[in-house]
């Protein structure tokens, strides 16, 4: 980014439909020149506030896309009025098809694995054990956590779109889980828990495949995505499972998607249960959390994006509770 003075816009939001000049440029795929930003930039917007307070004084701005769907934008900021001529437009446009690709590699990487994890699930004779819509929740369920802790931890936006991707890989080693055992309505019996367990090691080696096949041992995310897979069932206290870690041992991302797969678990409806109401739910992650067992910050970003949870639930639900009747849930 370009901030020169304070501190760089993080956690940063908004809609692209209400910028009319950059949806412009979005449909168009040209390019745009601000020469003296602060007679021309009208918005009162956080990214205009903040490009006034840096001192710039002009800006050009170019649309990137990948395989004709846009990605984003690129802002070349100055210090200087009018400083982008139509000789150092031609070469940041250079500079920015390179900054492209670069981009557009990396996203190939991410969608390779996951597209590679979604095929793998999809070849095997397993019927329903993770909805799609549960899959859905549990990505956006980890998108709120990671979008409120990130700040305390000093990470920023990239790893919350990671964990947001990566979440819903977190049981893909359920694929391999024998139907008796996964589809099995009541409870699992001490031999039966331990085989279900199993499936945490060998969702590791499934994606350690997909990755070493494709040839994408150091993309940038593998880390998150590894960890997520192999720890979202670890506890801070130790009580879980399959290495017993505790406290710091157990990273971020895994702790995040542990408290969203907790949640959802408790407000799905099942063939065997009822869902709960959220403010049930919250006390329940709450008395884990004080246990010792979850993350009290990502346990707290829950509750204090109620209203959104209550939305990605309502938005998002699995077919079978659809076509039943239940209570509904309440924010």
Known sequence: NSTRVGQAISGY???????????????????????????????????ARWLKEQGYHSSFTVPIYDQGKLLG????????????????????????TLITMSITNEISAVRMVIESARVARELTE?????????????GRYSRVIARHVAPLRGLNDEFVESVYLFA?????????????????????????????????????????RIIGRNGLNHFPDSKTLRNIVLCHHEYLDGSGYPHGLSADQVPLE???????????????QRPYKQEWALETAFVELERLAEQGKLDVD??????????????????????EAEQGTHAPLTP
């Open 298 to 319: 990502c346990v707290a970003a829950l509750r204090a994006n109620a209203q959104e949870v209550f939305e990605i639930q309502r938005r998002y639900v699995d077919p």
């Open 168 to 208: 819903p890989l977190h049981d893909i080693g359920k694929i391999s889980i024998p139907d008796r055992i996964l589809l099995k309505p009541g409870k699992l019996d001490a031999q039966e828990r331990a085989i279900m367990e199993t499936h945490v090691e060998k969702g590791m080696e499934i994606i350690e």
């Open 73 to 96: 934008f690129i802002f070349f900021d100055s210090m200087q009025p009018a400083a982008f001529t139509p000789e150092v437009q031609r070469d940041l446009v250079l500079y920015t």
């Open 254 to 268: 895994a702790r995040i998607v542990a408290v969203a797969d907790i949640f959802d678990a408790l407000t799905a």
């Open 126 to 138: 397993m019927r329903d054990f993770e909805t799609g819509t549960h899959l859905e929740r549990m």
């Open 13 to 47: 939001e908004y809609r692209l439909a209400d910028s009319y000049s950059l949806s412009k440029l979005a449909e168009s795929g040209e390019f745009r020149v601000l020469d003296e930003i602060a007679n021309v930039l009208g918005s009162d917007s956080t990214h």
